[in-house]
């Protein structure tokens, strides 16, 4: 798959590199930026291994993950980092993370726009879902203010910090989905 470069009014979305990993080791290695996802913060090998990975599914083909490094538009420095995985059915489910400097600026809202755009308009997918942690209200925000309808709660989705712990979910159809201003995406599959 050619790589994809949506981008917004203030962020863009690039393929992640091997320079990349001091950058993300500050989001994923950093208690507080952590403290809602489904893991742990990760060791500077760990961050190795998920960039590596990235990496690697970024040559596949077909591709079903698409692990991309987020950043100002215009600039290069990741301050974030968001999945998108395919699964059958023309959906995917994706998931992010910015560095908490980033954090309250409407960056998010506008990552999982980037994400939808990715989705919808170059992938083709019907449905794309979300999940996140019960007590991080700002993700609620972040997934509603995006269009993003709540679904329902998974019931001992996740085992973190020694303990099982529910997701709420989230979803949007590609019909529902009106891009936000300034949105620039890559051109559909075939296109």
Not at 44 to 68: H, N
Request: glycine residues 8%; charged residues 25%.
């Amino acid at each position: 798959m050619t790589p994809v470069h949506p981008a917004g009014p203030r962020l863009a979305l690039r393929e992640v590199e091997p320079e990349d990993a001091e950058a993300l080791l500050a989001i994923y290695g950093d208690p507080e930026a952590t403290r809602h996802l489904s893991f742990e913060p990760r060791t500077p090998a760990q961050v190795e291994l998920i960039i590596d990975r990235s990496i690697g599914s970024a040559r596949e083909d077909p591709r079903t993950e698409y692990c991309l490094a987020v950043t100002r538009l215009g600039e290069h420095r990741l301050i974030g980092y968001a999945r998108l995985a395919t699964e059958p059915q023309q959906a995917a489910t994706i998931g992010f993370a910015l560095h908490p400097a980033e954090w309250g600026k409407g960056l998010g809202t506008e990552t999982v726009h980037l994400l939808c755009a990715l989705a919808f308009n170059t992938l083709g997918l019907h449905r794309i879902w979300a999940a996140r942690s019960p007590l991080n209200e700002a993700s609620a925000r972040t997934l509603l203010r995006a269009g993003m309808t709540e679904d329902g709660r998974i019931r001992d989705h996740v085992f973190v910090r020694g303990a099982w712990r529910d997701s709420i979910t989230y979803s949007i159809l590609e019909h529902e989905w009106t891009a936000i201003d300034g949105l620039k995406t890559s051109p559909g599959p075939g296109a």
